[in-house]
């Protein structure tokens, strides 16, 4: 148990559904970061947030549409995703967006569209 | 570019053997290196970090990682190793500027046991 839960753990949705991922820390952190996991590839980070404010988005496609309503609680909002969407998405916290501040990760929530 | 290069995409070795898994980086200066574990159906965990300092750094669960700046590497070693450990493995680097907190992965080394 990492302090970090997310739900749901698997999530399967069509093309034309609207769902959102849940991500909430007990840490007491006050950054949060959304990653993708796709197989064989590297972890790709997609959205920082520090202090509810969201410092970095990576060019992600606005079909992903973060949200951060306090600083233990993260969202990520999902519409009209692709099939190539399908992944393992990672939320994960740390003390400060700073790199030297450990990041702590949930399970994930393993992503299916159909 | 910034880049992780994990050489090997999947090692086998049997229990109580050694095990030594590959980490490369290209990096401007000397980065904050990392090396995280993932288990099945889990998220990543921490096994250890360099920072600075020594350059041998341990970790939880036996594992420790050397940093060798004029190789550019970091590779993490277990003397022996335990079904247990039986996981992905994933090297990451920083910025040691600690600028926001992006952390670059290598694209991870898949570890399987033989009892």
């Known amino acids: 148990e990492t302090g970090v839960t997310q739900t749901p753990r698997h999530l399967v949705m069509g093309m034309t559904n609207k769902k959102s991922l849940k991500c909430e820390q007990h840490?007491?952190?006050?950054?949060m970061y959304w990653y993708k996991q796709s197989a064989k590839k590297p972890l790709e980070l997609m959205f920082v947030?520090?202090?509810?404010?969201?410092?970095e988005n990576n060019s992600v496609p606005s079909r992903f549409s973060p949200e951060c309503p306090n600083s233990s609680h993260l969202f990520l909002h999902l519409h009209t995703l692709q099939p190539e969407d399908s992944a393992l998405y990672l939320c994960?916290?740390?003390?400060?967006?700073?790199?030297?501040?450990?990041?702590?990760f949930g399970a994930g929530t393993r992503l299916s569209v159909l | 570019a910034q880049s992780v290069t994990q050489p090997d995409i999947h090692i086998t070795v049997s229990e109580g053997a050694s095990l030594e898994l590959r980490c490369n980086y290209s990096y401007g200066a000397t980065p904050y290196l990392f090396w995280y574990v993932q288990s099945p159906g889990q998220g990543l965990q921490l096994l250890l970090k360099?920072?600075?300092?020594?350059?041998l750094v341990q970790g939880i669960k036996g594992f420790e990682a050397e940093f060798k700046r004029s190789q550019s590497s970091f590779n993490l070693r277990k003397p022996s190793v335990h079904w247990s450990d039986a996981a992905e493995y994933f090297c990451a680097v920083g910025p040691f500027y600690n600028q926001g907190g992006k952390l670059i992965f290598g694209q991870g080394t898949e570890l399987s046991v033989k009892p």
């Open positions: 994960a916290s740390s003390q400060e967006k700073q790199v030297k501040n450990i990041q702590y």
């Open positions: 840490l007491g952190h006050n950054a």
């Open positions: 947030y520090s202090l509810e404010e969201r410092v």
């Open positions: 360099y920072f600075s300092g020594d350059t």
